[in-house]
Each structure stands twice: as C-alpha cells, then as structure tokens.
C-alpha cells in the first residue's frame, strides 16, 4: 500500500494552514478596524466558503485556474501549475477551511482589551512590535484553535478538491479522494484502512483542541484563585 | 475576554448549521410545490430513467420531443458512470428504466442473466442492447503533447514523459474498463503506471471529458459520442479488438417499475425511429431501427 495519499493530505493541509494563519491574522485585524457596513460586507465574503457547498469553490477555482482559462494560462506560462496539481489542492482547502481560522481570530481580537495597546502606544512602541509582541500572544489561544480547526478542515476538504486537482495517484491523491476512490471501485478494504487514518488524524486534532482550551480554563483558575 | 472566542466558534459554526438548514428547507418547500402542480394535472406521471452519463445529450433531446407527444409523461433523468448508477438502484434508489453503457452493470442487477451473485431488479424479458459506441482518444486544444496515435500514448507512457497525464474513467465506469482493456492491448501495466502517478482518474466519462476540455490532462479516452458533444478533437478511434469486444449500452425495465404503462410507452419509444435520428445525430448507432 502506498501512504502517499496521508503524505500528500498533510502537506496539503500544513501549507493551507500556513497562508490562513498569516492571512486570517491580518484580515481578523484589518477588517475589525473597518467601519459596521464595511465591516459586515468583509464578513460575508470571508465567511461564505464555510457555508457554500465545497462544489461552488470548486467551480469557482477551476473556471479561475483551469489551464484554458486566462489565470490558469499565465500562471502555466510561468511554470506554475495548479489544476491536476497538488499545488491546486493548497488553494482549494486554504479557500474553504479559511473561514474558520477568521471568524475564531477576529473573535479573539475583539474580545482583546485595547487599552494594552495604547498603552504601548505611550510608550513609544511600533504598530508592528504591539501587533506582534501584545495583540497576538494576548489572543493566542483562539488563534492556536482557530489554526488547528483550520488544519482539520482542510485535511479533510473532498468537493473543491476533487474539482480542481481530480485524482491522480502518486501525485494529487489525498486521504479523502483516496477513500472515494477505494469506494466507488469496490475496494472495501482499503477504503476501510484510509476511514480508519482519517479517524486517528482527526480525533488526534480534537484532542490537541481540548488541550489547548483546558489549559486556558486551568491559568484562569489559577489567575482567580490568586486575586 | 476568554469565553468571548469560544462563543465565537460556536456561534460560527452554529451559524453554518442554521444557514445549511434554511438551504435544505428552501428546497424541500420547492420541491413540494412542483410536486403539488403535478399532482393537480391528476393524469400526469412521472418517469425515471437511470442512464449512463454518456447519453446526457441524447436523452434530453428525446425528453424534448417525446413530451412533446406525450403531454402526460414527463421524464426524470439520472445521469452517472453505470457503476454509479447500479450502486444507487442496490441502494433502493427509485427507477423505471435503465440504460447501462456496458454489460456487467445490467447484468449485476439481472438474476436472469446468469451472472453469479446477480440482484434481482431487471425485468429480464424487456432487456434489449439499444446502442452501440466507441472508444476514441482525445486531446485537448493545441495537443500539448503531440499525441496522433495510440502508439504515441504507448510512448508517453512508457519514457514518463514529464507532465504527462492520461484521463481515463475507474475501474467501476464503464469507459474505464474499456481502457483497462486498451492499456493491456498496448501491453502496459495499468497498477505500475499509476503508482507512477501518470493516470487520472475520473468517477464518470463527463469528468474525463472536461478533464481533457479544460486541458487539465494530456489525453483521454471517451467515448466518441462525448468528444462530438464536447466538441472536442479526436485523435484516433479503438478497435474492437483493443476494447475487448463492442461497445454495447443494454437497456430494461426495472421490476418495481411504478407507472408500467408510461413506461412502457417510454421505452418503446427509445427504440423508435424519431429516437434513433437523435441518437444517430451525436454518432452512437442505434441496434434497433
């Protein structure tokens, strides 16, 4: 049996992981210091992969990065393939889990306390160094579990997927396209072995989020119990 | 401040459940009108016709035209691979009729037929091979690779020429097993070749061709009917050696048939004159004239 589809699904999911947690941490805060209209216009547009079929992303990328459409020509031209490319998969699953990394950060960013930053601000400090070294470590629980459910999602993400990159073993074939296949030939064993995978990664992940949420009752605990 | 972010969560993924949950509602209430204006034009019945994916253009043409004549019947599709197709009619899915576009599908579900381990939901005396086709490979605009032959393919295939891929159906679609079939005719290894990750896999023949029109892959095999509604160029056609045999589309009536006269009427139809032009027209050959 070839494990390549667990290789290809992490992968996927890491490097999707990476670009929404830089993404969502800067759109979390820049939307947030939009005015009410502006603002709930941003919401919807970035929340509505979470609550559109993963089938109209799919549709939506392919029409972007088909090889015979223009974005999808250029970037070829530059070597940059997308389409039937693990490549593709990154952006499918960074476009559908996005939304779950967004909504938890901007959450946490508004539920941090201002104050702590103009205080900074008194005392001479950059933007970037109260961004980085305040706003974030302060919030950095929902964060973490913004970025982990962002990772499970797009370790699991099917529809877009399968629109964009198809199934190709050895090369754009993820957990989840991989049990499809295994399905839908007939294969129960491997679809089984591939289910059972996909159980272990995601019950692992969950674990991982409960840690982290105990671990913030547990200072709080202890924050109240000492004042 | 602590709670806050967890009740964010929450509250965005119980918005994603509200919002999914209005959708489905919206639907149902739709499809409860539709079924109310039928039911008030009290003769109207309804026809389902399982076909293989490769008849979508065809069917619908003869939907046209027989409601036309039959202002009483009206017609409800179900386009997928026949693999597909088969599964949902084990699964209890509702169908008058269906139209495989290989053998084994049909006689998968045709006690009658003698295949072992047969479902018993074909009505055996109504089954008649309607269609013949063929297996054609085809290229994307441009033909990146400059594939003119099946040898051609052969020669992609075995030097792994790099950024080549070929679409081709699963093993469960029927064009798949054709291909299966050619790839062995070619003499090549079909499990070696995908391990080296030059084979994708479509779960129907209307995903391979828009993987061949979108040029998402090299080259494909469909069948010719698709590549002339998908107006794409073919390159050569397959024997019948190469597939292993003629490209047949079995057609029956299923026993639990509900409207069995309409049906009837339908699939007489099917195998009509006026079904056979339109079938002609996108170059299947019709096996009843």
Same mark, same amino acid.
């Given at each position: 049996?070839s494990?390549y589809?667990?290789?290809?699904?992490l992968?996927?999911?890491l490097?999707s992981?990476i670009i929404?947690?830089?993404?969502?941490l800067?759109?979390?805060?820049?939307?947030?210091?939009?005015p009410?209209v502006?603002k709930?216009i941003f919401d919807?547009?970035?929340?509505?992969?979470?609550v559109l079929?993963?089938?109209?992303?799919g549709f939506f990328?392919?029409i972007?990065?088909g090889?015979?459409?223009?974005?999808?020509?250029?970037?070829?031209?530059?070597?940059?393939?997308?389409?039937?490319d693990?490549?593709?998969?990154?952006i499918?699953s960074?476009?559908?889990s996005f939304?779950?990394?967004?909504?938890?950060?901007?959450?946490?960013?508004e539920?941090?306390d201002?104050?702590l930053a103009?205080?900074?601000k008194?005392?001479g400090?950059?933007n970037?160094y109260?961004?980085?070294?305040?706003?974030v470590?302060?919030?950095?629980n929902?964060i973490?579990?913004?970025?982990?459910?962002a990772f499970a999602?797009?370790?699991g993400?099917?529809?877009?997927t399968?629109?964009?990159?198809g199934?190709?073993?050895?090369?754009?074939?993820t957990?989840?396209t991989?049990?499809y296949?295994?399905?839908r030939?007939?294969?129960?064993k491997?679809a089984?072995?591939?289910?059972?995978?996909?159980l272990?990664?995601?019950a692992l992940?969950?674990?991982?989020?409960?840690?982290i949420?105990n671990?913030?009752?547990?200072?709080k605990n202890?924050f109240?119990?000492?004042? | 401040?602590?709670?806050? #972010?967890?009740?964010?969560?929450?509250?965005?993924l119980?918005m994603a459940?509200?919002?999914t949950?209005?959708?489905?509602?919206?639907?149902t209430?739709?499809s409860?009108t539709?079924?109310?204006?039928?039911?008030s034009k009290?003769?109207?019945?309804?026809i389902?016709?399982?076909?293989?994916?490769?008849m979508?253009?065809?069917?619908?043409?003869?939907?046209?035209?027989?409601?036309?004549?039959?202002k009483?019947?009206?017609i409800?599709?179900?386009?997928?691979?026949s693999?597909?197709?088969?599964?949902?009619i084990?699964n209890?899915a509702?169908?008058?009729?269906?139209?495989?576009?290989?053998?084994?599908?049909?006689?998968?579900l045709d #006690?009658e037929?003698?295949?072992?381990?047969?479902?018993?939901?074909?009505?055996?005396?109504?089954?008649?091979?309607?269609l013949?086709? #063929?297996?054609?490979?085809v290229?994307?605009k441009n033909?990146?690779?400059n594939v003119?032959?099946?040898d051609?393919?052969? #020669?992609?295939?075995?030097k792994?020429?790099k950024?080549f891929?070929f679409g081709?159906?699963?093993?469960?679609?029927p064009v798949g097993?054709?291909?299966?079939k050619?790839l062995?005719?070619l003499?090549?290894?079909?499990?070696?070749?995908?391990?080296?990750?030059?084979?994708?896999?479509?779960?129907?023949v209307?995903e391979v061709?828009?993987?061949?029109?979108?040029?998402s892959?090299?080259?494909?095999?469909?069948?010719?009917?698709d590549?002339y509604?998908g107006?794409?160029?073919?390159?050569?056609?397959?024997?019948?050696?190469?597939c292993?045999?003629?490209?047949?589309?079995?057609?029956?009536?299923m026993?639990?048939a509900?409207?069995?006269?309409e049906?009837k009427?339908f699939?007489e139809?099917?195998?009509?004159?006026k079904?056979?032009e339109?079938?002609?027209?996108?170059?299947?050959?019709p096996?009843?004239k």
């Amino acid at each position: 049996m070839s494990l390549y589809p667990l290789y290809n699904s992490l992968r996927i999911a890491l490097f999707s992981s990476i670009i929404i947690f830089f993404l969502g941490l800067f759109l979390g805060y820049w939307v947030k210091k939009f005015p009410k209209v502006i603002k709930g216009i941003f919401d919807v547009i970035l929340t509505l992969p979470l609550v559109l079929p993963p089938t109209v992303c799919g549709f939506f990328l392919l029409i972007i990065f088909g090889p015979n459409r223009p974005v999808g020509k250029l970037l070829l031209d530059i070597g940059i393939k997308i389409a039937m490319d693990w490549k593709g998969g990154v952006i499918a699953s960074a476009i559908v889990s996005f939304p779950l990394m967004y909504r938890t950060v901007r959450g946490a960013f508004e539920a941090f306390d201002e104050n702590l930053a103009f205080a900074g601000k008194t005392l001479g400090l950059s933007n970037h160094y109260i961004f980085w070294r305040i706003r974030v470590p302060a919030c950095k629980n929902g964060i973490a579990a913004g970025s982990v459910l962002a990772f499970a999602r797009a370790l699991g993400e099917y529809g877009a997927t399968s629109m964009l990159i198809g199934y190709i073993p050895g090369r754009t074939a993820t957990i989840s396209t991989t049990i499809y296949q295994y399905w839908r030939t007939n294969d129960d064993k491997n679809a089984w072995l591939w289910v059972g995978i996909n159980l272990i990664i995601s019950a692992l992940v969950l674990i991982f989020v409960n840690i982290i949420e105990n671990t913030e009752r547990g200072k709080k605990n202890e924050f109240s119990s000492k004042y | 401040m602590k709670n806050n #972010k967890l009740l964010f969560l929450v509250a965005s993924l119980l918005m994603a459940t509200t919002l999914t949950g209005c959708k489905t509602g919206n639907n149902t209430s739709n499809s409860n009108t539709n079924g109310g204006d039928s039911s008030s034009k009290v003769s109207t019945k309804t026809i389902i016709v399982f076909a293989a994916a490769s008849m979508t253009e065809s069917m619908n043409q003869i939907k046209e035209a027989f409601e036309k004549e039959h202002k009483n019947i009206k017609i409800t599709y179900n386009f997928d691979s026949s693999g597909t197709l088969k599964t949902q009619i084990e699964n209890g899915a509702e169908c008058d009729i269906f139209i495989s576009a290989a053998q084994k599908q049909m006689n998968a579900l045709d #006690k009658e037929s003698g295949t072992e381990g047969a479902l018993d939901f074909v009505d055996h005396s109504t089954r008649v091979n309607l269609l013949e086709n #063929k297996v054609t490979l085809v290229v994307p605009k441009n033909n990146p690779f400059n594939v003119q032959s099946f040898d051609d393919l052969k #020669k992609h295939l075995t030097k792994k020429t790099k950024g080549f891929v070929f679409g081709m159906g699963n093993s469960d679609v029927p064009v798949g097993q054709y291909t299966q079939k050619i790839l062995q005719y070619l003499g090549l290894n079909e499990e070696e070749l995908s391990k080296s990750g030059l084979i994708s896999y479509g779960s129907n023949v209307k995903e391979v061709t828009t993987h061949v029109s979108e040029g998402s892959v090299s080259c494909g095999t469909i069948y010719a009917t698709d590549a002339y509604s998908g107006k794409l160029t073919v390159v050569i056609e397959a024997t019948i050696e190469m597939c292993g045999g003629q490209v047949i589309y079995p057609a029956a009536i299923m026993k639990n048939a509900k409207n069995v006269e309409e049906t009837k009427t339908f699939f007489e139809y099917i195998k009509g004159s006026k079904a056979s032009e339109i079938f002609e027209s996108v170059l299947f050959t019709p096996l009843f004239k």
